[in-house]
């Protein structure tokens, strides 16, 4: 059975606010929550950034709810840093949290004020990464001296069974490498076709574990309503790499999301006040295979959403799956 869950969005919503919508959520019937990991959002107008990792701990223990983060260590964080984290949230919540790994953006990343590096290192300085947090949470001793440095480091806390390191990609490519080392796969929704190439690209490259999509959604009861929120909070959300990648300011967003049309935020903003077409949607989500989808209102309010999706809309979609099976 395909697991719903909701997206926590740090760069929009008060984290306060944002611990009472996953509580809602549960109690709406939620499976599962994840969250983002942002210093910086994407627009001035989204207006918040929260620190993800402590605000995990608090979600955790407010909830029963299986949680995950997509984390880019490396520049930000030191790698030992969030094995750590991983670490310490795992053993003190054991089965219920996971963390994606990828190479982030400039947005968040310019602040230590070093160089941001080209692509295809920041991909080879992922992989030290990887290494070194399965290492540490291995309990091994670590020392390191690459694109990161890491000198006699142990985990002194640590699980009993280290939690899943997943990979986040967003090309075919990205896909085919997070094969090598991930144990399951992150993505963001995309048209169908893409989707599954992106499946496909991972299961065909060796890539194991469950598959988890992240669904950018807007609904409201009326669409034109629906259409004003996708508009005014995701118009900065539609470029495609490197640009996503590389600019390093809201203001410089802001600035080149100024003149979006509606109709592009459209097309990577699943937009409608109809519940049935949003489950329509989802369910070709979880026909592709992904064993996990996190639903991520982009919205500022959540509460309509949670209590309406809880009662209307995952009730629909558990229906369907078990009449197919």
């Known amino acids: 059975m395909t697991v719903f ?6 760069e929009q919503i008060h984290p306060a606010e944002l611990l009472r ?8 019937g939620f499976d599962a929550a994840m969250s ?25 223990q407010a909830t029963t709810l299986p949680f995950g983060i997509v984390n880019a260590p490396g520049q930000r964080y030191h790698p030992a840093i969030i094995a750590q984290a991983i670490g310490t949230l795992a053993a003190m919540y054991p089965g219920r949290f996971w963390a994606a790994l990828g190479t982030g953006e400039a947005s968040n990343e310019h602040i230590t004020g070093a160089p941001w590096p080209r692509k295809e290192v920041r991909t080879a300085r992922l992989r030290e990464c990887v290494d070194v ?25 640590r ?73 005014e909070q995701w118009r900065s959300n539609v470029f495609e790499p490197p640009v996503c990648w590389d600019l390093e300011l809201t203001d410089h967003f802001d600035v080149v999301s100024a003149s ?29 295979g992904f064993d996990e989808i996190y639903l991520h209102h982009v919205g500022q309010r959540q509460e309509a959403f949670v209590d309406t999706f809880g009662a209307k809309v995952l009730p629909e979609l558990r229906t369907s799956a078990s009449g197919q099976g």
């Open 5 to 10: 869950g909701l997206h926590a969005s740090h």
């Open 21 to 28: 919508a996953v509580v809602r959520a549960q109690e709406a």
């Open 36 to 60: 983002s990991d942002h210093f910086s959002p994407w627009s001035s107008r989204q207006g918040q950034s929260g620190f993800a990792w402590s605000w995990l701990g608090a979600a955790l």
């Open 133 to 157: 947090i399965r290492a540490l949470l291995a309990g091994e001793e670590v020392s390191h001296d690459g694109l990161v440095t890491v000198d006699r480091a142990r985990l002194w806390t």
């Open 159 to 231: 699980p009993d069974e280290p939690p899943a390191l997943v990979g986040a990609a967003v090309t075919e490519a990205t896909a085919r490498w997070c094969a090598e080392w991930a144990d399951g796969l992150i993505t963001v929704n995309a048209p169908v076709e893409r989707l599954r190439r992106m499946v496909d690209a991972y299961r065909d490259a060796g890539g194991r574990g469950r598959l988890h999509l992240q669904v950018h959604l807007s609904w409201a009861p009326d669409e034109t309503e629906a259409t004003r929120i996708a508009y």
């Open 260 to 288: 979006v049309p509606a109709e592009r935020v459209a097309e990577v903003v699943n937009v409608s006040a109809d519940l049935d077409w949003h489950a329509a949607r989802l369910r070709e989500y979880a026909d592709l």
